[in-house]
């Protein structure tokens, strides 16, 4: 059962890869703010994994976040997450990031529980109605 105050953190390192400039949300060789989402979606989600029944999963629905500080490649970067509410499959994370100088993010990010055979059934029917 999922309650609040499951803790998640994931760490990386800037890399060219997932950098602005690679990813195509600026110019510059520092920590992507695209990136910085995908870490906390990923840290969010892993949190709250071993807690789910066999079968369901969780998708992103929303985002408020701030990304307030620059990181260069060759720096690390972790995020820590916080699960603040649960209503029902809706599940809500404070997230922040950070490297070795400080906070560089956060804000919150909301997941629903969902079924995954039935979602991707839903989603496949998309591209079956084309």
Not at 64 to 88: F, K, N, Q, Y
Not at 98 to 121: L, P, W, Y
């Amino acid at each position: 059962m999922l309650e609040t105050g499951i803790k998640g953190r994931q760490e990386i390192t800037v890399t060219k890869e997932n950098s602005a400039s690679a990813v195509g949300s600026g110019l510059l060789d520092v920590f992507a703010t695209p990136a910085m989402v995908a870490l906390m979606e990923k840290t969010a989600w892993m949190s709250i994994a071993p807690y789910l029944d066999e079968g369901e999963g969780t998708v992103g629905t929303k985002l408020d976040l701030a990304h307030t500080s620059a990181t260069p490649v060759g720096m690390r970067v972790w995020c820590e997450s916080e699960l603040i509410e649960v209503d029902g499959r809706r599940l809500v994370f404070k997230v922040e990031a950070f490297d070795d100088k400080g906070s560089v993010g956060g804000g919150t990010h909301e997941r629903f529980i969902i079924k995954n055979e039935k979602f991707m059934a839903k989603a496949l029917a998309k591209k079956d109605a084309q």
